[in-house]
């Protein structure tokens, strides 16, 4: 397996995205931000990240629905859920999805 290099961190907060980011940078990899799903698809389809840090809630799709679609942009890429509105059914479906 290759090393993790570039992640994508997916949130509707500017100050968490940036903050991961730099933090991200200072680790040694190459972040890049989203903080819509739209946005976000599009930097998957151009950039290719190895890892995906996506909030669960966002403002123009919900978190699961854009792990899905980033399953069908690029199948290999790994993705972490991140929210604070965390409900047993969204657990479960996040763990269906792998």
Known sequence: MAPIRKILVVDDDPNLCRTLADILHIKGYSPMTALRGVEACRLVEEQQPDLALVDLKLPDMDGLALVREFRQLLPGMEYILLTGHAT??????ALNLG
Do not use: G, H, M
């Open 88 to 93: 047993q059914e969204s657990a479960i479906e």
